[in-house]
């Protein structure tokens, strides 16, 4: 079926490196991405999103990358901090008989201080 | 500050016993949405809400139901608890279901 997978399950980086976490996804149809960010025993966190008329994005610290040729999506953390230990997750939104979100299976991030 | 409250944070039931999660939000958003989330797993959308239409999602077991009495309440029944539906349960909401998200803090529901 279609669904959104990541290739790392777990990242380990030095405090100060640039991280990325990839997801890649299998339904062309989908028009809008969005990264969360869970911390232990927290709700996810909107991090950052794009559509799919987009192939960059950037925040504070963050970058997204739409790459539809391929359908891959990744996040960019610059300057990595110990506050961004989390589990990320990508998420795709698709038209069924509505709007769905569907989470891939997340990535753990640990930063080495 | 707008926010996305559930309540309680860590609920305790016993094995076939009906229970209640709430949730509630001061963000005015017209979709809310409900999670199950399990230990290393992503969230699972059980159903959702766009204002008073449900959407239950097709292999969201019987045993969960869902009311949305106003726009700013949401509940979860469970109306017979079983041990696999051990999890946490996330509550979110959305201006528009194209939209991003806005969590709670979720409910860790224990069955015993």
């Known amino acids: 079926g279609e669904s959104v997978g990541l290739h790392l399950p777990t990242l380990s980086v030095q405090e100060g490196d640039n991280s990325i976490i990839n997801c890649a996804y299998s339904?062309?149809?989908?028009?809008?991405f969005i990264w969360y960010k869970q911390e232990s025993g927290k709700g996810p966190q909107f991090i950052i999103d794009?559509?799919?008329?987009?192939d960059k994005r950037q925040g504070q610290r963050v970058t997204v990358l739409l790459n539809k040729t391929v359908k891959h999506l990744s996040l960019q953390i610059a300057a990595t901090q110990p506050g961004d230990s989390a589990v990320y997750f990508c998420?795709?939104?698709?038209?069924?008989?509505?709007?769905?979100?569907?989470f891939g299976p997340g990535t753990s991030l640990s930063v080495i201080p | 500050d707008a926010m996305v409250i559930q309540n309680p944070r860590y609920q305790v039931t016993q094995f076939g016993k009906p229970v209640t999660l709430s949730c509630s939000q001061t963000l005015n958003h017209n979709v809310m949405y409900w999670y199950q989330q399990k230990s290393s797993q992503a969230p699972k959308l059980l159903f959702h809400?766009?204002?008073?239409?449900?959407?239950n999602e097709a292999d969201t077991p019987d045993n969960f139901q869902s009311r949305r009495p106003n726009t700013s309440f949401c509940f979860l029944d469970i109306r017979s608890p079983g041990l696999g539906d051990a999890a946490m349960y996330l509550c979110?909401?959305?201006?528009?279901?194209?939209?991003?998200?806005?969590f709670g803090p979720g409910t860790r529901l224990t069955v015993t």
């Open positions: 809400y766009y204002d008073k239409d449900f959407n």
């Open positions: 979110a909401t959305s201006i528009e279901t194209d939209y991003e998200q806005y």
């Open positions: 339904n062309s149809a989908s028009d809008y």
């Open positions: 794009i559509r799919s008329n987009m």
């Open positions: 998420a795709e939104n698709m038209w069924t008989s509505y709007d769905k979100v569907i």
